[in-house]
């Protein structure tokens, strides 16, 4: 992601607030877009914004957050869709590049991705890639001004198809 995405990303971001609440709060504004930026300038964080090649307008975005290496070698996905790409299948194609990066461009293990239970398309989304249930986070993260459970879902380079054969 780049500043020269911050009106089309908050215009996104806006039009799409009822299909993000209360899952996801991405930036509204352009002074919250720059802090975004800015913290996606880290080494620890990495943000990919998906483009319609089409018309130029953005699909959505994918976030590892939290980039560890060393013994770790793990990071958190976080991923959110644009109207009207919602529900279109936009985002697996998405989601799938960004892992395959993650794992082979990053040289990630594992990528961890926490859900809110009610959100099933969410769920959906990444079960659909692989990633398995391994727990429940109560009030595991603050979203909106609220602490909300979460659903932890994995996947690491192993349960990645073609990747093992790759090794």
Same mark, same amino acid.
């Given at each position: 992601? =780049? =500043?020269?995405?911050? +009106?089309?990303? *908050?215009?996104?971001?806006? +039009?799409?607030?009822?299909?993000?609440? !209360? @899952?996801?709060?991405?930036?509204?504004?352009?002074? /919250?877009?720059?802090?975004?930026?800015?913290?996606?300038?880290? !080494? /620890?964080? $990495?943000?990919? *914004?998906? *483009?319609?090649?089409?018309? &130029?307008?953005?699909?959505?975005?994918?976030?590892?957050?939290?980039?560890?290496?060393?013994?770790? %070698?793990? $990071?958190?996905?976080?991923?959110?869709?644009?109207?009207?790409?919602?529900? #279109? &299948?936009?985002?697996?194609? *998405?989601?799938? +590049?960004?892992?395959?990066?993650?794992?082979? &461009?990053?040289?990630?293990?594992?990528?961890?991705?926490?859900?809110?239970?009610?959100?099933?398309?969410?769920?959906?989304?990444?079960?659909?890639? &692989?990633?398995?249930? %391994?727990?429940?986070? !109560? #009030?595991?993260? #603050?979203?909106?001004?609220? @602490?909300?459970?979460?659903? #932890?879902? =994995?996947?690491?380079?192993?349960? @990645?198809?073609?990747?093992?054969?790759? /090794?």
């Amino acid at each position: 992601m =780049a =500043a020269h995405h911050e +009106a089309a990303f *908050v215009a996104g971001a806006r +039009a799409s607030r009822d299909l993000h609440h !209360p @899952w996801i709060a991405p930036p509204r504004s352009a002074a /919250s877009f720059r802090m975004h930026l800015k913290r996606y300038g880290q !080494p /620890s964080q $990495a943000s990919h *914004v998906a *483009v319609d090649t089409s018309n &130029g307008a953005l699909i959505g975005a994918v976030h590892l957050n939290e980039i560890v290496y060393g013994a770790l %070698e793990s $990071a958190y996905l976080a991923y959110f869709v644009f109207r009207p790409y919602a529900g #279109r &299948g936009y985002m697996t194609q *998405v989601l799938a +590049a960004v892992i395959e990066l993650a794992f082979t &461009g990053y040289r990630l293990h594992r990528l961890e991705a926490n859900v809110q239970p009610g959100n099933q398309a969410s769920k959906r989304l990444v079960q659909s890639l &692989g990633f398995r249930l %391994e727990g429940f986070s !109560p #009030r595991y993260l #603050r979203i909106d001004g609220a @602490w909300r459970d979460h659903e #932890r879902y =994995a996947l690491t380079t192993e349960d @990645w198809p073609g990747l093992a054969e790759r /090794s």
